[in-house]
């Protein structure tokens, strides 16, 4: 039943009101008291209804609405005695007992009930078959029983999902997701596993398949691995195209597809048909974040063989992963090709530090304390670590690996793992204990499992390079037994592998659940999924926080999900901030563009002076990467991706000859730290330092070969404020997004204009003008940033 507002012009014939007969619901006793009201399951002891958020019903009264059930009863209701017989009906064990029939657990019960005695009570006019109800429990004529029809009613009005729930099993049932894949499904195809080692010659055959076959696809876990088969396959002289999250390369140069691609594995295209498949790293399947991405290119991948490599823990699942899908798998073992041997001495001392070594952290902080230490030792050394851009890690790598190069010691992170070639003779483990993201995405520190140190370890010594045979030791003596406890324990086999809801589940959801969020939907699909023991749901911890961040910019359900995918690291305020005005600017319909990025970012940037100013230049990258990534999602809404990219160019390289000086950073940033004072807003640069850096391409040089050639460089068209006029790099004033007052203003510790009273207030005290701002908080220039720059208008 519904309730309906009824108007006088509904009611009033010939002058007189028509009485409506009386409604009376069964009696509670009846074998057909829930007739119409269905039941969502018997038991709600399975899944946590404290994710079922209320969806909040407003009471709207209008001026020609009159009390019918007034004018029935000819009484008004004593809210009073209303609520006492709410009271009542609330505690009936009976009526508990015939909502957990109805899919009302003690939670929702409860919830449901509040919201419902809320309605009674703010309400003028209710609706007439409620209003004889109540007014018969107060005459004495009727039961509180009676009530629980409307109660029900508005309990699923509240909770659609009450309604849905069976549908919303269904879609959330991920028991067999092979069944996800019907075009995989609908050819024979050959699975061979490449089990080894580092070092092991496995992912070298596998792509040797790949090269000779008509058509192939190599899925890497890296842009530094996808760039590196790209750039091989190609010299080899068959054509490869590169396709990243970020990036699209052809080698044709009518850019036509190739028939042999090399992608991020969550780039996979298990659409396209190929003769070879490569599917690297395989038993990141299990990895907590981004384990789904291998799942979905084991199952879904069209391919006549699949190649995967990886370690021999993989073995197993896969092969039970390929029994629901009638498919058998081949596996050849490998064995390491040059030798590795475990040192029963620590380092103890950066003094017994020779060429060829390496140095293992786990944070930045130990990466920038050891460099400085080791270039007090007038050694030099090579500085890599994961949030570097990967022109930088390749950079650093290069210089590490040039045997002319007087660089012969490498400080890093666990990112040498995989991706990147180096030529290690040693690896030294500054520390075993590093910090992980456990299944609820919380952050723990523990030892390093068999497997990282097993992949680390085997950096040391490599085929074909001058140091092939490796060694590996601990920087502290204490560590040293705990690292052969570690290796001497057997790889733990992999038990399961990960799943993502897709976009078609999510919109089957939001279908049925309109008002909810789409973080709420994720929440409510993992609650309710089903899996089998061979697999297990992703951490969607960032997912879910992009799309809080976004839920109350106005998207659509697509647009919104894509957006959530988007590659941002939390922790970075600034990345966040970007692409939150990112996704602000696409809901108005406003093209985000290359003039509005650079006033986002404060481009061109300087020089960095502290170990500060270069991770923000990193956030920089990041925000011209995700830049990058939403461009080939929305491409009529990120059109300038061909000058985002060439600016990325030179940040990458400003990055690389700043990490080249990172002792000079690093000193600067202990001495401000060690007086007690930091780089004041006056000492920031606010022009890039005039002319550019050696080895540093002229920006107008790049914006002039994009003139010439835009499609090689993906870009479609040069803003018309850049066409015809010179970029001037040296007058070009840069944002002050870097400065740590806008930082405290970004996080609420100080208000803009308390910022602008103390500016006004320092400048007026150094006898300077007060200086207007050159961009508000979206980016938009204001009135005196346009004055400035000759009046140019911003139409974005």
């Not at 030529?423 to 919380?442: A, Q």
């Not at 202990?670 to 606010?686: A, F, H, K, L, Y």
């Not at 068209?717 to 944002?735: A, F, H, L, M, N």
Request: proline residues 5%; hydrophobic residues 35%.
């Amino acid at each position: 039943m519904s309730f309906v507002r009824v108007s006088r012009a509904a009611i009033r014939v010939g002058g007189a009101y028509m009485r409506r007969p009386q409604f009376r619901p069964t009696a509670v006793g009846s074998q057909t008291w829930t007739q119409g009201f269905s039941r969502a399951k018997s038991s709600t002891s399975d899944y946590d209804t404290t994710l079922f958020i209320p969806v909040p019903i407003k009471n709207v009264n209008h001026a020609d609405d009159i009390n019918v059930g007034f004018e029935l009863t000819g009484e008004p209701l004593e809210k009073s005695e209303v609520l006492k017989a709410l009271n009542r009906f609330y505690k009936r064990k009976e009526i508990q007992t015939l909502g957990a029939e109805n899919g009302l657990d003690n939670h929702l019960f409860h919830q449901g009930f509040l919201s419902f005695r809320k309605w009674i009570v703010e309400s003028d006019v209710l609706p007439p078959e409620v209003h004889i109800t109540l007014s018969d429990i107060l005459r004495g004529s009727g039961h509180v029983d009676d009530i629980f029809p409307y109660f029900m009613q508005h309990c699923k009005q509240i909770f659609p999902m009450l309604d849905c729930m069976e549908d919303l099993r269904k879609i959330s049932d991920s028991r067999d997701p092979a069944s996800w894949y019907p075009e995989a499904r609908a050819i024979h195809r050959t699975i061979v596993f490449h089990a080894g080692p580092t070092n092991s010659g496995k992912t070298y055959h596998a792509l040797e398949r790949f090269s000779q076959a008509k058509s192939g696809i190599y899925c890497g876990p890296l842009k530094l691995l996808a760039s590196e088969v790209h750039q091989k396959t190609n010299e080899r002289g068959v054509p490869c195209d590169l396709v990243t999250g970020e990036e699209r390369v052809h080698a044709r140069e009518d850019g036509q597809p190739s028939s042999h691609v090399s992608c991020t594995v969550e780039m996979t295209n298990i659409h396209q048909p190929y003769e070879v498949a490569v599917v690297d790293e395989i038993q990141m399947i299990k990895d907590p974040q981004r384990g789904w991405a291998w799942t979905r290119a084991l199952l879904g991948l069209c391919a006549e063989e699949i190649h995967l490599c990886g370690e021999p823990a993989a073995i197993d699942l896969v092969t039970e992963m390929m029994l629901s899908t009638g498919e058998e798998v081949e596996v050849r073992r490998y064995k390491r090709l040059t030798g590795l041997t475990y040192l029963k001495e620590p380092l103890g001392s950066l003094n017994n530090l020779r060429p060829g070594d390496a140095i293992v952290c786990f944070s930045k902080a130990d990466i920038f304390q050891l460099s400085r230490q080791i270039e007090a030792m007038e050694k030099e050394c090579a500085v890599i670590y994961g949030s570097l851009p990967p022109g930088t890690k390749l950079a650093q790598a290069k210089k590490f690996n040039d045997p002319e190069d007087p660089c012969k010691i490498l400080v890093a992170t666990d990112a040498i793992g995989m991706g990147i070639n180096l030529s290690i003779k040693r690896v030294i483990f500054n520390s075993l204990i590093k910090p992980t993201l456990n299944e609820k995405g919380e952050k723990e520190m523990d030892n390093l499992s068999t497997s990282q140190a097993l992949q680390i370890a085997g950096r040391a010594g490599r085929f074909g390079t001058h140091f092939q045979d490796g060694e590996v030791t601990t920087m502290h003596k204490e560590d040293l037994q705990t690292l052969h406890d570690i290796i001497k324990q057997p790889v733990e086999p992999i038990e399961a592998a990960g799943l993502h809801p897709t976009a078609e589940q999510v919109e089957m959801f939001a279908y049925q659940l309109p008002d909810a969020s789409m973080s709420n939907l994720i929440d409510i699909f993992i609650n309710l999924a089903q899996v089998d023991s061979r697999y297990f749901v992703c951490n969607i911890e960032d997912f879910k926080f992009l799309a809080d961040m976004i839920q109350h910019i106005p998207l659509n359900l697509r647009a919104r999900y894509v957006f959530c995918c988007a590659p941002i690291n939390k922790k970075q305020p600034f990345l966040c901030t970007s692409f939150l005005k990112f996704a602000r600017q696409f809901s108005r319909g406003e093209p985000i563009t290359f003039d509005w990025v650079c006033r986002l970012i404060g481009w061109p940037v300087a020089m960095p002076r502290t170990i500060r100013e270069l991770m923000y230049l990193e956030s920089i990258h990041d925000v011209l990467d995700v830049y990058l990534w939403l461009s080939y999602r929305f491409m009529d809404m990120f059109p300038d991706g061909g000058l985002i990219r060439m600016i990325q160019r030179e940040l990458d390289l400003l990055i690389q000859e700043s990490v080249y000086k990172i002792t000079r950073l690093i000193r600067q940033s202990e001495s401000q730290t060690s007086s007690g004072t930091s780089v004041s807003e006056d000492e920031i640069p606010r022009r890039r330092p005039k002319g550019h850096m050696s080895g540093l391409p002229k920006f107008d040089e790049m914006v002039e070969e994009v003139k010439v050639s835009p499609a090689k460089h993906g870009a479609t068209s040069i803003p018309k404020s850049r066409q015809g006029k010179e970029y001037d790099s040296e007058t070009e004033e840069v944002g002050s997004k870097h400065r740590l007052s806008d930082k405290l203003v970004q996080e609420g510790v100080i208000t803009q204009s308390m910022l602008d009273k103390l500016r006004k207030e320092w400048e007026r005290q150094a006898g300077a003008p007060v200086k207007g701002h050159y961009a508000d908080s979206d980016g938009n220039m204001n009135n005196k940033t346009r004055k400035k720059r000759g009046g140019r208008k911003n139409k974005h």
